[in-house]
């Protein structure tokens, strides 16, 4: 399994945050084998560099996306709670209709953004 945190927009429209897992199989491989998800259709990967000091208001998010942390940190609020993402950590930002989501970096940050298709399309975290 693979550890993530999900932004997503409560019934109120209220941006919310929530620990999920991937799941992954097999889920013992053997030595030669990897264990995979299953495939989340995306359209195109961009790369994303915020300045340090860089910040936007509370807004929902244009479209469904994965955010990959490659350098740096940034801060995320969701309704007055605040998480901090820095390399390695994945965020799955659905939260595009509501009240949105705030964020800021105090010393920049660089992140892969993966495009994913409409939440029907694609897997839900387990």
Same mark, same amino acid.
């Given at each position: 399994m693979v550890l993530i945190t999900r932004l997503f927009a409560d019934e109120h429209g209220q941006a919310r945050?929530?620990?999920?897992?991937?799941?992954l199989a097999p889920g013992n491989p053997p030595p030669d084998a990897m264990s995979v998800s299953p495939p989340w259709p995306a359209s195109a990967v961009l790369f994303g560099r915020g300045p340090a000091g860089g910040s936007h208001p509370e807004?929902?998010?244009h479209r469904r996306q994965l955010v990959? %942390?490659?350098?740096? #940190?940034?801060e995320v609020t969701a309704t007055g709670e605040t998480r901090t993402f820095?390399?390695?950590?994945?965020?799955?930002?659905?939260?595009?209709? %509501?009240?949105?989501? #705030?964020?800021r970096s105090s010393e920049g940050f660089v992140a892969a953004f993966v495009l994913l298709e409409p939440a029907q399309a694609g897997p839900r975290p387990a």
């Open positions: 945050f929530e620990d999920t897992e991937i799941s807004q929902p998010e990959i %942390g490659v350098a740096g #940190s940034v820095g390399p390695g950590d994945v965020l799955l930002v659905e939260d595009t209709e %509501g009240f949105g989501h #705030s964020s």
